[in-house]
């Protein structure tokens, strides 16, 4: 059984940072591709941020040059820098990867999602 765990997320002011944390556990042979999504409320849910195993990011339009997404294999988790907070960026953050298990096929996992508030 594999699970993705987020924290990080909170209330701050227009202009804040924040920094999101997903660690992934359980059993695992290697994680793929992370990504971190968000939705707000009415909203469809869209993508922030990805990055492979070997370290390529992209970033959503709206985000770029504030957020960066980064990882960490040895602990199995995948961060997201939140600088210069936007009102717009409220919502709740989702974190998702393609692990492969100890049954050896990839399957495809979601967190339980953060909440980050950004007051005007």
């Known amino acids: 059984q594999v699970q993705l765990v987020e924290s990080g997320g909170g209330l701050v002011q227009a202009g804040g940072s924040l920094r999101l944390s997903c660690a992934a556990s359980?059993?695992?042979?290697?994680?793929?591709?992370m990504r971190w999504y968000r939705q707000a409320t009415g909203k469809q849910r869209e993508l922030v941020a990805a990055?492979?195993?070997?370290?390529?990011?992209n970033y959503a339009d709206s985000v770029k040059g504030r957020f960066t997404i980064s990882r960490d294999n040895a602990k199995n988790t995948v961060y997201l820098q939140m600088n210069s907070l936007k009102p717009e960026d409220t919502g709740r953050y989702y974190c998702?990867?393609?692990?492969?298990?100890?049954?050896?096929?990839?399957?495809?996992?979601w967190g339980q999602g953060t909440q980050v508030t950004v007051s005007s």
């Open positions: 998702y990867a393609d692990i492969q298990g100890g049954d050896r096929w990839v399957h495809s996992y």
């Open positions: 359980g059993s695992i042979l290697r994680i793929n591709a």
């Open positions: 990055i492979t195993s070997g370290g390529s990011t």
